[in-house]
């Protein structure tokens, strides 16, 4: 079975370091090759995993924490401009 990653977003997280870290989430896909003839149909397989943009794996947990495997740094997602401009509405 044929594999590989769709990037479902982008965002930056900074670290237990002060380091600004920017992380890529992804979805694995598998192909689906039921009728030869077709052009390739690609199918989600409900596994997710997320990267730093150097390709180094970031472990998600239950809580939502994140931790860079190779050093064990803690990431904590930055709100992005839009959070924070959806958050100052005026009525």
Do not use: C
């Amino acid at each position: 079975m044929e594999k590989k990653l769709h990037l479902l977003e982008t965002f930056n997280a900074r670290g237990s370091d002060g380091k600004i870290y920017e992380v890529r989430g992804y979805e694995h896909l598998a192909r689906i090759d039921a009728v030869p003839d077709m052009l390739a149909q690609w199918e989600p397989t409900g596994l997710a995993e997320y990267k730093l943009a150097d390709g180094r794996h970031v472990s998600v947990h239950k809580d939502g924490a994140m931790t860079l495997e190779d050093s064990g740094v803690t990431l904590e997602r930055e709100p992005s401009s839009a959070d924070q401009t959806a958050g100052s509405s005026t009525a």
